[in-house]
């Protein structure tokens, strides 16, 4: 059962990066902790209840990654989203 409080937005990076490489700049430009490191559940914890999720693109699929933010509202993917184009990263948000 889904919590009704959580929202997940996914962000779109077109750099060509791998999850290890996408997990350490998300950490960087939030100034934020991996958690999980060397498993497949690593994440970015980016505050209490926020958490970003790197993606893997599967074969045939044309985004290079996807980051997911898991979080209570909005305001954390798009704060991270402009971490991240601070970093000079090609990202958007997915469907936009």
């Known amino acids: ?3 009704p409080s959580v929202t997940v937005i996914s962000l779109v990076v077109q750099n060509p990066l791998t999850k290890l490489e996408a997990l ?17 559940s ?3 914890q980016l505050g209490p209840e926020a958490r970003a999720h790197v993606e893997v ?3 045939g699929e044309d985004v290079q990654l996807a980051i997911d ?6 305001r954390w993917a798009l704060t991270l989203l402009e971490q991240l184009r601070g970093l000079g990263l090609d990202v958007s948000v997915l469907g936009s």
Not at 69 to 74: F, G, K, L, Q, S
Request: charged share 15%; proline share 6%.
């Open 1 to 3: 059962m889904s919590n």
């Open 57 to 59: 693109p599967k074969f």
């Open 42 to 44: 690593a994440a970015v």
């Open 69 to 74: 933010v898991t979080a209570p509202d909005e």
């Open 24 to 40: 350490e700049l998300i950490a960087r430009a939030s100034g934020c902790a991996i958690v999980g490191a060397g498993t497949a």
